[in-house]
């Protein structure tokens, strides 16, 4: 899955691609922040890239990516999802 950081203005709401911003590979992007990212919204115009995401990092600062979602993102979440619940053994 790729992503890329992106600037994002809530209002009025305004998604771009940030200036000189290289494509990065969303797992790696997501260990980086520990895992602790957010959906934010769709996306429809922005070429592959389907979701806005916000990535926090230790101080708690947030950085936005647009990410290209696909079915391998959604096993993830889920498997993830349940191994916090305890549920995957």
Same mark, same amino acid.
């Given at each position: 899955? &790729?992503?890329?950081?992106?600037?994002?203005?809530?209002?009025?709401?305004?998604? &771009?691609?940030?200036?000189?911003?290289?494509?990065?590979?969303?797992?790696?992007?997501?260990? !980086?922040? *520990?895992?602790d990212v957010e959906?934010?919204?769709d996306v429809t115009?922005?070429?592959?890239?389907?979701?806005?995401?916000?990535?926090?990092?230790?101080? *708690?600062?947030?950085?936005?990516?647009?990410?290209?979602?696909?079915?391998?993102?959604?096993?993830?979440?889920?498997?993830?999802?349940?191994? *916090?619940?305890?549920? !995957?053994?």
């Amino acid at each position: 899955m &790729k992503s890329i950081q992106a600037e994002f203005q809530k209002d009025p709401r305004e998604i &771009k691609i940030k200036a000189k911003a290289k494509q990065e590979d969303w797992i790696k992007v997501c260990q !980086r922040f *520990n895992d602790d990212v957010e959906r934010i919204c769709d996306v429809t115009d922005l070429g592959d890239y389907t979701g806005l995401y916000q990535c926090f990092d230790d101080a *708690n600062k947030g950085f936005f990516y647009l990410v290209e979602e696909d079915k391998a993102l959604f096993r993830i979440k889920r498997k993830h999802f349940l191994d *916090n619940i305890g549920s !995957r053994q």
